[in-house]
């Protein structure tokens, strides 16, 4: 009896031996992967040694200002890559931000080869970020175009009035933080929205124009907010290719001359944590293993936070928004 009694003793001693060296071993891959995630996050891409290679910048989402890419951008410039192949898919965002993108493009381009590759989407504020390249291939059915500007403001004046609530405000002047969405919309403050949405109109087609060498009928044809599908790009110049990320590096090589066996390699503009999917499988096997289930599944549908990203948008925007039915 006594024996069996020391027995079951050594086993459960063992066992909580066990358990401390596997969350030892939890943790220490943790902070193993939170250090590599540090080192990525500091250092830039993410790979092997970027030299005699191709780099692949990816644009996605929403575009704002943003100097952390900006910074990358330029470190780019100054890296060992041959070339640059930069894929879009976005539907733009505001119109300072997209400026910042393409004044960054460009003065890449002005230092390495660049070519774009429009994936999905390349839609206003995206399309201003696909005119810094000389040249662009896009898919088939990739949807180009959407110029133009807008300023959207919502107005609560009727709710306001619907619950009781009136909104008091003492102005050094009539258009001073005008519109404010708590009352109607002066002819004023509508007629100076709409200089400043002409304006930045004007800049874009203009932009437009000179970098896709259109004359002035053919840009009245596409400048009117529309999107086209790449194979009616082509047809109007807003596009020079259809076809891939293969096709963009044979333009690469036939007219650019770098070399044709060169790897292509990803380029992170902005790496975090949680942007870094095979850290974020790692971090959640490790939180299954201490049997916190419950975290390892949110870090697993971390992304979808980026819905929310549209609600931080300020200024005017340079984005298409497909229409929703009522």
Do not use: C
């Not at 086209?228 to 690469?252: H, P, S």
């Amino acid at each position: 009896m006594s024996l069996d009694s020391d027995v079951i003793v050594d086993r459960r001693r063992i066992r909580r031996k066990l358990t401390f060296w596997r969350v030892a071993a939890v943790l220490i891959a943790v902070v193993a992967i939170v250090g590599f995630g540090a080192i990525a996050t500091r250092n830039g891409p993410v790979g092997l040694t970027s030299s005699g290679s191709i780099a692949r910048v990816n644009i996605e989402g929403l575009i704002r200002s943003d100097q952390q890419r900006v910074e990358a951008l330029e470190r780019l410039e100054k890296s060992s890559h041959a070339a640059v192949v930069v894929h879009i898919n976005s539907p733009g965002g505001t119109t300072a931000g997209s400026e910042q993108l393409y004044d960054s493009l460009v003065r890449l381009k002005a230092k390495k080869p660049l070519v774009v590759v429009v994936e999905g989407l390349a839609a206003s504020g995206g399309y201003i970020t696909a005119i810094a390249a000389d040249h662009i291939v896009a898919r088939q059915s990739s949807l180009v175009g959407s110029i133009g500007v807008l300023f959207q403001f919502p107005n609560f004046t009727e709710l306001l009035k619907t619950v009781g609530v009136k909104v008091e405000e003492v102005k050094s002047s009539p258009l001073k933080a005008a519109p404010n969405g708590f009352e109607p919309t002066s002819p004023e403050a509508r007629a100076a929205l709409d200089a400043l949405v002409k304006d930045s109109y004007a800049w874009f087609r203009g932009l437009v124009k000179e970098r896709r060498g259109m004359d002035d009928a053919l840009l009245e044809k596409v400048a009117d907010g529309r999107v086209f599908t790449g194979r009616q790009a082509v047809e109007l110049k807003l596009v020079d290719q259809l076809g891939d990320e293969k096709a963009a590096i044979a333009w690469l090589v036939a007219e650019k001359k770098v070399k044709s066996d060169l790897p292509v390699r990803d380029f992170r503009l902005n790496p975090q944590f949680g942007d870094l999917t095979f850290l974020r499988t790692a971090a959640s096997i490790a939180f299954d293993g201490l049997g916190l289930s419950s975290i390892a599944r949110r870090i697993e549908q971390a992304g979808v936070a980026q819905a929310v990203d549209q609600l931080s948008l300020d200024g005017m925007l340079a984005l298409w928004r497909p229409a929703t039915p009522n």
